[in-house]
């Protein structure tokens, strides 16, 4: 009986002999991936932080969907060139007009997320949503925010020949003269257009729109006294009315630009509601990694603090603004839901 005890121990010990072996196994195994995975995440970390610090290893390309000349590409060749500056490789200007700045967007939103192409886009980018049945993109889904960067009020610049110093001299001109009075736009679409057509329902008035590959071009051909009028920033019109050139009576804006304090608002010209913003914003295609996007909003915002960069921006016609991406979203689709319902009310359409 003894002897059979002793064997049953005796096998009793070398079944738990093996599970221990088996569990210290199982053990090595689990501990050896789990470092494997340590190593993996620590890899990665690094990987992202290396790319962080070596971005932009390349040139980076800037498109701009508007004719050289007009308010957005002013404004990008300043950030182009404090970003060249700041990050040491070059940003180069890419100029894409046309289809209400909707060729240059729709080719940055079907680029690669690479860092590499980048977008500086003006508001019209929240009209063209609802104007445009069509669109090769989708302004929240195929693009990624990067930083609101500045605004720059629209201003009713009128030719010297037209005899109206006020908005409502305008309204009555045109009322005397339906159909004559022609306004330019820089393209389908823009917010330089809806500005046009939100005043001519407010007033009930006809004015003949004239659209252009740009606000440059269509400043040109209102000086030439080709087009009565147009809806545009200072930096493509300010030099032209200091010059006396051209005539700004009102502004756009909800209120009165600190850069020219003295005109009043459309608004208090004897239209409550009237208020169209010019912004204008850089963004990236969709996908973009969040570490270059991160980067570019701090290089921007920090350029929009200095004083040599203000100086500048104002002498151009521009106020800084400044945002984090997720505020420039969060705006986006606000100015998107915004020109939906004055594009229904209206019943524009692209031309």
Known sequence: ?????TG????????????????????????????????????????VTVKAQTYPAKLVRLVVPTAPGGGVDILSRLVGQKLSETLGQQFVIDN????????GTALVAKSPADGYTLLMVPSSISISASLYMKLPYDAVKDLAPIALVASTPYFV?????????????LVNLAKSKPGELTYASGGSGTASHLAGEMLKKMAGIDLVHVPYKGVGPAVTDVLAGHVSLIFAGLPASGSHIKAGKLKAIAVADAKRSSLMPQLPTIAEAGYPGYAVE????????AGTPADIISRLNGDIVRMLDTAEVRERLAVQGFEPVGSTPGQFAAQLKSEIAKWAKVIQETGVRAD
């Open 157 to 169: 610049v009128l030719h010297p020949s037209v005899p109206a110093a006020s908005v409502r001299e």
């Open 96 to 103: 894409r007009p046309g289809a209400g700045a909707n060729i």
């Open 278 to 285: 010019n912004w204008l914003g850089m963004l990236a295609p």
């Open 8 to 47: 049953c121990n005796h096998m009793g010990f070398g079944k738990y002999a093996m599970s221990l072996r088996r569990d210290s196994e199982v053990w090595r195994e689990r501990a050896l991936l789990v470092a494997l995975c340590v190593v993996c995440f620590a890899y990665s970390i690094a990987a």
């Open 1 to 5: 009986m003894s002897t059979e005890r």
